[in-house]
């Protein structure tokens, strides 16, 4: 069986073993809200289908939404395959087991990676769906002039826009309950989250989506003393007060965010890679392209 190029993360849509770090932190259509009960519906609807494009903000949860409709298809059963954007990952994707194939930011594919997607969806994917993910309508205004229009069209069998999470302010707290649970899951740890934390989160912009809102957690997990996350583990570091990478919750872009927490996890586990990578919730090879990409290699 060929590697996927780049980081390819395999996850069980059923069963035990292979889910672990790599599923979300939280269902992405968790909530009370019109929002969420919207998402929960168009995820219902597009998960039947064979091809299925999902379009929203950065860091609004593309990977959770392409677990989402695995979780709701036929293909459950089998793998769930993150692809990136290139010919080589697409062209490798034909020995990898039935299940469904995550395209992400399809919009993003050079002249070469969409003639093989065209490829692929004119010779059909035997037994896996294809989930696209992408950060612009492919057929609307914002549409990339490089991107073929009879192969956005082609994608668009069915369509799920994901909501920005200010439009889903009475979700927040089940989103980071969630979250939290899972994330303290993987430490080994129980936690819950002060209501002064909740109250934090819920007064928070989060520029950088659900994705932040996640990043944040996943710090303040690791920081926490005792049983309870409070408003200060949310912005301070271990020591109670500020620290060069504390993480506020405002002003702060999701990259940065980002870099912090994997820096804080090469530090916590001595800069063993692999155990940071599992902590993280990513493979290894995930983890050292955003450290080359850092100049942190």
């Not at 909530?31 to 091809?51: H, I, V």
């Not at 993150?82 to 469904?100: C, F, I, N, Q, Y």
């Not at 069998?157 to 089940?174: C, F, G, H, K, N």
């Not at 912005?235 to 872009?253: E, H, K, M, N, W």
Request: net charge negative; hydrophobic share 40%.
């Amino acid at each position: 069986m060929k590697t996927l190029p780049s980081y390819p993360l395999p996850v069980r849509g059923t069963g035990s073993g292979a889910e672990g770090a790599h599923s979300p932190a939280a269902p992405i259509d968790l909530g009370p809200s019109r929002a969420a009960a919207a998402l929960r519906e168009q995820l219902d609807r597009a998960a039947p289908s064979s091809r299925v494009l999902v379009v929203g903000p950065a860091g609004s949860g593309h990977r959770a939404a392409a677990f989402a409709l695995h979780r709701r298809s036929a293909r459950a059963g089998g793998l769930l395959i993150h692809v990136p954007p290139t010919a080589e990952a697409l062209e490798a994707r034909s020995d990898v087991e039935p299940g469904s194939l995550h395209l992400e930011r399809v919009e993003l594919l050079d002249a070469q990676g969409q003639d093989c997607l065209a490829g692929l969806l004119t010779d059909g994917l035997g037994a896996q769906g294809l989930i696209a993910t992408s950060e612009v309508d492919l057929l609307g205004p914002q549409r990339p002039e490089a991107f073929d229009e009879e192969l956005a069209y082609a994608l668009n069998i069915a369509m799920v826009s994901l909501p920005p999470l200010s439009s889903r302010t009475e979700d927040l707290p089940e989103l980071a309950r969630a979250a939290t649970a899972e994330f303290a899951r993987r430490r080994g740890r129980a936690l819950e989250l002060a209501p002064d934390a909740i109250g934090a989160l819920c007064a928070s912009p989060w520029p950088g989506e659900l994705e932040e809102l996640e990043l944040v957690l996943a710090r303040a997990v690791l920081v926490a003393r005792g049983g309870r996350i409070e408003a200060a583990d949310l912005a301070c570091g271990p020591g109670g007060g500020a620290s060069p990478d504390s993480l506020p919750l405002t002003d702060r872009r999701l990259a940065t965010v980002e870099r912090a927490l994997v820096v804080r996890v090469l530090e916590e586990t001595e800069g063993n890679r692999s155990l940071a990578a599992r902590q993280l919730g990513v493979n290894r090879s995930t983890l050292y392209n955003k450290l080359r990409a850092w100049g942190l290699h």
